[in-house]
């Protein structure tokens, strides 16, 4: 029974109660301790544990799925949770080029107003005779008809360098069928359409241009009256117009029209 006790305090697997009490039996000094490395430990046995999909094995077409679920899944970390989310490259591309096509479409639709600016747009930003007269500005004075071709042809040109100048000088359009200007178609001198007059701050005449001629000279003009020079460069230059003789006079039911 000793040898049972000692090999239970030897770290054999004996009952609890009588290995406890042979051991104890014995006095202290005559035990002898041995080095922890010799003494042995039970061992536990090992479970298997399966995991939950076990009973079930995957075919081949759910595991494809699984996978692809997976990769389409968005992977997110506690960090990014109070984060806010980054712009999206394609879409920032997109509205860039959204941009720039409507910069182009609004450039391109300015552009296609100018070269198709009419007789009547002109006329509608004219400023009436006898304001241009008194607001100590230079003023160009046009004599035109809705039936002159070359007034037709050149409206666009003139519109273009009217917008540019209309700050610093006056420009105005008079019918020419219009009875209302016969004082002032004899004064210029009017024989043929379109005929363009400048007149300085004074309104004294420096000279004329009549007919279709290039678009420098109405602008060298232009840009002589609105620099204060003395003369303008071209001052008596006729080119192709339209006859007087085609003139279709009528009256204009609204005194205050300066068409």
Not at 58 to 66: F, R, S
Not at 127 to 151: I, K, Q
Not at 196 to 218: H, W
Request: hydrophobic fraction near 35%.
């Amino acid at each position: 029974m000793a040898s049972v006790a000692s090999a239970r305090c030897y770290g054999l697997l004996l009952p609890p109660s009588f290995a406890e009490a042979r051991c104890c039996s014995r006095p202290s000094s005559s035990l002898r301790l041995r080095p922890r490395w010799g003494l042995r430990r039970p061992r536990t046995p090992l479970a298997c544990v399966a995991p939950p999909d076990s009973a079930e094995p995957q075919t081949d077409e759910q595991a494809v799925k699984a996978e692809s679920i997976q990769e389409e899944a968005p992977t997110s970390t506690p960090e990014d949770a109070g984060l806010p989310a980054l712009p999206n490259k394609d879409l920032n591309r997109r509205v860039a080029l959204l941009s720039t096509l409507g910069a182009v479409a609004l450039f391109a639709s300015q552009r296609l107003n100018l070269s198709e600016a009419s007789l009547k747009d002109l006329a509608s930003n004219s400023v009436p005779y006898e304001e241009a007269l008194s607001n100590g500005r230079p003023t160009v004075v046009e004599f035109y008809a809705d039936w002159c071709e070359v007034c037709r042809e050149l409206a666009p040109d003139i519109y273009k360098v009217e917008q540019q100048y209309k700050d610093r000088v006056n420009f105005v359009m008079l019918n020419f069928d219009n009875t209302k200007w016969e004082q002032e178609l004899d004064e210029f001198g009017v024989e043929g359409i379109p005929h363009f007059a400048f007149l300085d701050k004074e309104g004294n005449e420096e000279g004329n241009v009549v007919g279709r001629l290039p678009k420098q000279y109405f602008l060298d003009n232009v840009v002589a009256l609105a620099s204060g020079d003395p003369e303008i460069p071209h001052a008596r230059v006729v080119g192709q117009f339209s006859s007087a003789e085609s003139r279709k006079v009528h009256q204009v039911a609204d005194p205050r029209s300066h068409g």
